[in-house]
């Protein structure tokens, strides 16, 4: 299994070395972001979420939100406050005092768990390019999390890199796992789950890894 070789310990010792901008951020392939960005909001209009005419989100949440490159580029205009979840603090404090920005959790993916509370549960929750640091069961368990933290009309959205190999690939360098559509689907399911919208980024260069990206609703 590819996800027995993650250390978490590792993976922060890798993004601790990488530079707080987009460069880093994207691993060298800066361009891609106009392009990525787009396609999001490309998305999530599709779902009646921002555009012209669309009503601003109450509340979302960036997770693995990194130097806030999602957040500024899309969720601050769609939602009136962005909570942030990012352990490399020089990351996450390139978001401090900004206007939109909530609540900032210096803290991994595996051990947030979002508040229960019935006035913080959020419109948006965002994962991209994160969740390879995951194991397949944090995966589940933190995507069950999730689920009790969205309002009812409330969206889940996955948007990560695929394993085109029919098997998922661990990536030694920063402790994470491509993992292959079926392998997400799998999981979405387990953890109560289902997909109510998926496309494949277009306008990506040929060499990276297809991305694909999921609005996810609890299955019930």
Known sequence: MADAHINHKNALT???SIDADVNGMLGGFPYISKVD??????????????????????????????????????????????????????????LMGKDGIGKIFNIGLEDWSPEQSPDAKYDLIWNQWCLGHLTDLQLQSYLEKCAKAINVDGLIVVKENLSTSGEDLFDELDSSVTRC??????????????????????GLPKELYPVRIYALIPDS
């Open 181 to 202: 559509d079926q392998k997400f689907r799998d999981i979405f399911e387990k953890a109560g789950l289902k997909i109510k919208k998926t496309e494949i980024q277009k």
């Open 37 to 94: 960005l787009q396609g999001s909001k490309n998305f999530l209009a599709k779902l009646g979420v921002g555009g012209k005419s669309a009503t601003k989100l109450g509340r979302a949440v960036d997770c693995g939100a990194g130097i806030g490159r999602i957040t500024e580029g899309l969720l601050l205009g769609i939602a009136t406050t962005v909570d942030i979840v990012e352990p490399i603090t020089k990351f996450a404090d390139n």
């Open 14 to 16: 890798y993004w601790e």
